[in-house]
T-cell receptor, first 116, second 111 residues
Framework: DAGVTQSPTHLIKTRGQQVTLRCSPK?????VSWYQQALGQGPQFIFQ???????QRGNFPDRFSGHQFPNYSSELNVNALLLGDSALYLCASSPTARQAMNTEAFFGQGTRLTVV | ELKVEQNPLFLSMQEGKNYTIYCNYS?????LYWYRQDPGKSLESLFV?????AVKQEGRLMASLDTKARLSTLHITAAVHDLSATYFC???????????FGTGTKLQVIP
Protein backbone atom coordinates (compact mmCIF):
# COMPACT_ATOMS: atom_id res chain seq x y z
CA ASP A 1 0.00 0.00 0.00
CA ALA A 2 1.56 3.27 -1.14
CA GLY A 3 -0.25 5.32 1.48
CA VAL A 4 -1.18 8.92 0.74
CA THR A 5 0.97 10.40 -2.02
CA GLN A 6 1.33 14.07 -2.91
CA SER A 7 2.99 15.87 -5.77
CA PRO A 8 5.09 17.82 -6.23
CA THR A 9 7.20 17.69 -3.06
CA HIS A 10 8.54 21.21 -3.49
CA LEU A 11 7.37 24.18 -5.51
CA ILE A 12 8.47 27.79 -5.93
CA LYS A 13 5.99 30.31 -7.32
CA THR A 14 5.85 34.06 -7.79
CA ARG A 15 3.27 36.32 -6.16
CA GLY A 16 0.11 36.52 -8.21
CA GLN A 17 0.59 33.17 -9.88
CA GLN A 18 -1.66 30.15 -9.56
CA VAL A 19 -0.66 26.71 -8.27
CA THR A 20 -2.16 23.21 -8.33
CA LEU A 21 -1.21 20.53 -5.83
CA ARG A 22 -2.18 16.89 -6.19
CA CYS A 23 -3.05 14.09 -3.80
CA SER A 24 -3.77 10.38 -4.16
CA PRO A 25 -5.47 8.88 -1.12
CA LYS A 26 -4.62 5.67 0.64
CA UNK A 27 -6.17 2.59 -0.90
CA UNK A 28 -9.71 2.10 0.39
CA UNK A 29 -10.13 5.75 1.39
CA UNK A 30 -12.56 8.01 -0.40
CA UNK A 31 -12.43 11.20 1.69
CA VAL A 32 -9.65 13.71 1.19
CA SER A 33 -8.88 16.71 3.40
CA TRP A 34 -6.36 19.45 2.81
CA TYR A 35 -4.40 21.32 5.48
CA GLN A 36 -2.02 24.27 5.45
CA GLN A 37 0.88 24.21 7.90
CA ALA A 38 2.85 27.42 8.26
CA LEU A 39 6.35 27.16 9.68
CA GLY A 40 6.30 26.47 13.42
CA GLN A 41 2.52 26.08 13.60
CA GLY A 42 -0.03 23.31 13.63
CA PRO A 43 -1.88 22.32 10.46
CA GLN A 44 -5.03 24.28 9.65
CA PHE A 45 -8.00 22.67 7.92
CA ILE A 46 -8.69 24.09 4.45
CA PHE A 47 -11.47 21.86 3.13
CA GLN A 48 -12.61 18.29 2.65
CA UNK A 49 -13.87 16.41 -0.40
CA UNK A 50 -16.19 13.45 -0.44
CA UNK A 51 -18.08 12.03 -3.42
CA UNK A 52 -16.47 14.67 -5.61
CA UNK A 53 -17.99 17.52 -3.64
CA UNK A 54 -16.65 19.93 -1.05
CA UNK A 55 -18.23 18.74 2.17
CA GLN A 56 -16.59 20.97 4.78
CA ARG A 57 -14.51 24.12 4.64
CA GLY A 58 -12.29 25.96 7.07
CA ASN A 59 -11.62 29.70 7.27
CA PHE A 60 -9.81 30.11 3.99
CA PRO A 61 -10.63 32.59 1.20
CA ASP A 62 -12.14 31.63 -2.13
CA ARG A 63 -8.68 31.79 -3.68
CA PHE A 64 -8.36 28.27 -2.31
CA SER A 65 -10.39 25.78 -4.29
CA GLY A 66 -10.31 22.10 -4.93
CA HIS A 67 -11.54 19.18 -6.86
CA GLN A 68 -11.99 15.46 -6.35
CA PHE A 69 -11.96 12.99 -9.21
CA PRO A 70 -13.94 9.74 -9.58
CA ASN A 71 -10.86 7.75 -8.51
CA TYR A 72 -10.90 9.78 -5.22
CA SER A 73 -7.70 11.67 -5.99
CA SER A 74 -7.83 15.38 -5.34
CA GLU A 75 -6.34 18.71 -6.33
CA LEU A 76 -5.87 21.89 -4.35
CA ASN A 77 -5.75 25.10 -6.37
CA VAL A 78 -4.59 28.44 -5.05
CA ASN A 79 -5.05 31.57 -7.15
CA ALA A 80 -3.40 34.97 -6.86
CA LEU A 81 -0.66 33.66 -4.60
CA LEU A 82 0.47 35.79 -1.67
CA LEU A 83 3.72 35.60 0.25
CA GLY A 84 1.69 34.39 3.22
CA ASP A 85 0.60 31.31 1.29
CA SER A 86 4.09 29.89 1.72
CA ALA A 87 3.61 26.75 3.79
CA LEU A 88 3.61 22.97 3.85
CA TYR A 89 0.35 21.73 2.32
CA LEU A 90 -0.76 18.39 3.68
CA CYS A 91 -3.32 16.03 2.24
CA ALA A 92 -5.06 13.54 4.51
CA SER A 93 -7.28 10.67 3.53
CA SER A 94 -9.82 8.71 5.53
CA PRO A 95 -12.42 6.06 4.82
CA THR A 96 -16.14 6.69 4.34
CA ALA A 97 -17.90 8.89 6.84
CA ARG A 98 -19.34 6.08 8.95
CA GLN A 99 -16.01 4.27 9.16
CA ALA A 100 -14.22 7.53 9.84
CA MET A 101 -15.90 7.74 13.23
CA ASN A 102 -13.45 5.23 14.66
CA THR A 103 -10.20 5.96 12.90
CA GLU A 104 -7.74 8.72 12.26
CA ALA A 105 -6.78 10.34 8.98
CA PHE A 106 -3.54 9.37 7.26
CA PHE A 107 -1.33 12.16 6.00
CA GLY A 108 0.82 12.45 2.93
CA GLN A 109 4.38 13.76 3.00
CA GLY A 110 3.21 17.23 1.97
CA THR A 111 4.07 19.80 -0.68
CA ARG A 112 6.36 22.62 0.40
CA LEU A 113 5.18 25.76 -1.40
CA THR A 114 7.37 28.84 -1.40
CA VAL A 115 5.97 32.09 -2.79
CA VAL A 116 8.55 34.71 -3.73
CA GLU B 1 -14.65 28.71 17.45
CA LEU B 2 -12.88 25.59 18.66
CA LYS B 3 -9.52 26.28 20.29
CA VAL B 4 -6.95 23.63 21.11
CA GLU B 5 -4.05 24.58 23.33
CA GLN B 6 -1.03 22.56 24.30
CA ASN B 7 1.52 23.12 26.98
CA PRO B 8 4.32 23.36 27.16
CA LEU B 9 5.18 24.65 23.69
CA PHE B 10 8.80 23.63 24.12
CA LEU B 11 10.21 20.90 26.29
CA SER B 12 13.82 20.02 26.77
CA MET B 13 14.38 16.98 28.93
CA GLN B 14 17.12 14.55 29.74
CA GLU B 15 17.06 10.93 28.74
CA GLY B 16 15.48 8.72 31.36
CA LYS B 17 13.16 11.37 32.74
CA ASN B 18 9.36 11.41 32.75
CA TYR B 19 7.14 14.23 31.60
CA THR B 20 3.58 15.03 30.56
CA ILE B 21 2.25 17.16 27.70
CA TYR B 22 -1.19 18.68 28.20
CA CYS B 23 -3.85 19.37 25.61
CA ASN B 24 -6.90 21.49 26.44
CA TYR B 25 -9.77 22.14 24.05
CA SER B 26 -12.72 24.48 24.20
CA UNK B 27 -15.63 22.49 22.70
CA UNK B 28 -17.14 19.16 23.69
CA UNK B 29 -15.51 16.33 21.80
CA UNK B 30 -15.06 12.64 22.46
CA UNK B 31 -12.65 12.22 19.58
CA LEU B 32 -9.03 13.22 19.97
CA TYR B 33 -5.85 12.26 18.15
CA TRP B 34 -2.17 12.53 18.88
CA TYR B 35 0.32 12.92 16.05
CA ARG B 36 4.09 13.11 15.86
CA GLN B 37 5.97 15.22 13.33
CA ASP B 38 9.71 15.06 12.65
CA PRO B 39 11.36 18.15 11.10
CA GLY B 40 10.41 18.56 7.46
CA LYS B 41 8.25 15.45 7.56
CA SER B 42 4.56 14.63 7.57
CA LEU B 43 2.36 13.66 10.49
CA GLU B 44 2.52 10.20 12.00
CA SER B 45 -0.51 8.97 13.90
CA LEU B 46 0.24 7.91 17.49
CA PHE B 47 -3.10 7.49 19.26
CA VAL B 48 -6.82 7.66 18.61
CA UNK B 49 -8.92 8.35 21.71
CA UNK B 50 -12.65 7.90 21.23
CA UNK B 51 -14.31 8.08 24.62
CA UNK B 52 -14.10 9.58 28.07
CA UNK B 53 -11.52 7.79 30.16
CA ALA B 54 -9.78 6.26 27.15
CA VAL B 55 -6.17 5.35 27.80
CA LYS B 56 -3.75 4.01 25.22
CA GLN B 57 -0.08 3.09 25.50
CA GLU B 58 2.60 2.42 22.95
CA GLY B 59 6.14 1.94 24.14
CA ARG B 60 7.21 4.90 26.27
CA LEU B 61 4.14 6.98 25.39
CA MET B 62 0.75 6.87 27.06
CA ALA B 63 -2.24 9.03 26.13
CA SER B 64 -5.46 9.63 28.02
CA LEU B 65 -8.67 11.54 27.48
CA ASP B 66 -10.98 13.27 29.97
CA THR B 67 -13.88 14.64 27.94
CA LYS B 68 -15.54 16.27 30.94
CA ALA B 69 -12.44 18.34 31.67
CA ARG B 70 -11.77 18.72 27.92
CA LEU B 71 -8.25 17.56 28.59
CA SER B 72 -5.91 15.02 27.08
CA THR B 73 -2.44 14.13 28.29
CA LEU B 74 0.52 12.51 26.61
CA HIS B 75 2.86 11.01 29.19
CA ILE B 76 6.45 10.19 28.34
CA THR B 77 8.19 7.57 30.45
CA ALA B 78 11.99 7.28 30.59
CA ALA B 79 12.53 9.47 27.55
CA VAL B 80 15.03 8.49 24.87
CA HIS B 81 16.59 10.67 22.16
CA ASP B 82 14.48 9.04 19.43
CA LEU B 83 11.39 10.65 20.92
CA SER B 84 12.64 14.11 19.94
CA ALA B 85 9.96 15.55 17.63
CA THR B 86 6.96 17.87 17.65
CA TYR B 87 3.80 16.39 19.10
CA PHE B 88 0.33 17.59 18.15
CA CYS B 89 -3.02 16.84 19.66
CA UNK B 90 -6.02 17.26 17.38
CA UNK B 91 -9.74 17.37 18.08
CA UNK B 92 -12.52 16.19 15.78
CA UNK B 93 -15.86 16.99 17.46
CA UNK B 94 -18.07 16.02 14.56
CA UNK B 95 -16.28 12.80 13.76
CA UNK B 96 -15.97 13.64 10.08
CA UNK B 97 -12.27 14.42 10.04
CA UNK B 98 -12.60 18.21 10.17
CA UNK B 99 -9.74 18.29 12.59
CA UNK B 100 -8.48 21.22 14.64
CA PHE B 101 -4.87 20.88 15.68
CA GLY B 102 -3.19 22.17 18.77
CA THR B 103 -0.23 24.49 18.80
CA GLY B 104 2.22 21.64 19.04
CA THR B 105 4.86 20.75 21.64
CA LYS B 106 8.44 20.60 20.45
CA LEU B 107 10.22 17.95 22.48
CA GLN B 108 13.99 17.72 22.68
CA VAL B 109 15.47 14.79 24.56
CA ILE B 110 19.06 15.37 25.55
CA PRO B 111 21.38 12.34 25.88
Amino acid sequence: DAGVTQSPTHLIKTRGQQVTLRCSPKSGHDTVSWYQQALGQGPQFIFQYYEEEERQRGNFPDRFSGHQFPNYSSELNVNALLLGDSALYLCASSPTARQAMNTEAFFGQGTRLTVV
Amino acid sequence: ELKVEQNPLFLSMQEGKNYTIYCNYSTTSDRLYWYRQDPGKSLESLFVLLSNGAVKQEGRLMASLDTKARLSTLHITAAVHDLSATYFCAVDPGGYQKVTFGTGTKLQVIP
